[in-house]
């Protein structure tokens, strides 16, 4: 059974970088369509970027088009997502997510394995 474990979350300040990795076990990733979601308190979840088994097909929200990359590692089994140009908006627990498809997901309900989230506080 897939395990996802997220690390990498912080206190950043505006316009700073960080970088997240969701580290899987119980299977390997490169069989998996992945995302990074992420929810602020008293929103939804939002979808933010997305990466298809293959590693060729790549989708971002409007939210962090140009400022986010997500990327996968196959050798070490992770899934990372850089985070440039931060802003307080940006705050929220962010959550990578995988499912068993070779076709990209870009929904929650779509996605069957999940992590336990980490924190990114963005703030001066």
């Known amino acids: 059974q897939l395990q996802l474990v997220e690390s990498g979350g912080g206190l950043v300040q505006p316009g700073g970088f960080l970088r997240l990795s969701c580290a899987a076990s119980?299977?390997?990733?490169?069989?998996?369509?992945v995302g990074w979601f992420r929810q602020a308190p008293g929103k939804e979840r939002e979808g933010i970027s997305f990466l298809s088994p293959s590693g060729i097909t790549t989708q971002y929200a409007d939210s962090v088009m140009g400022r986010f990359t997500i990327s996968r590692d196959n050798a070490k089994n992770t899934v990372q997502l850089e985070m440039n140009s931060l802003k307080p908006e940006d705050t929220a627990v962010y959550y990578c997510a995988a499912d068993h498809t070779v076709m990209i997901r870009t929904t929650a309900p779509e996605y069957n394995y999940w992590g336990q989230g980490t924190q990114v506080t963005v703030s001066s």
């Open positions: 119980g299977g390997s990733l490169d069989r998996y369509t």
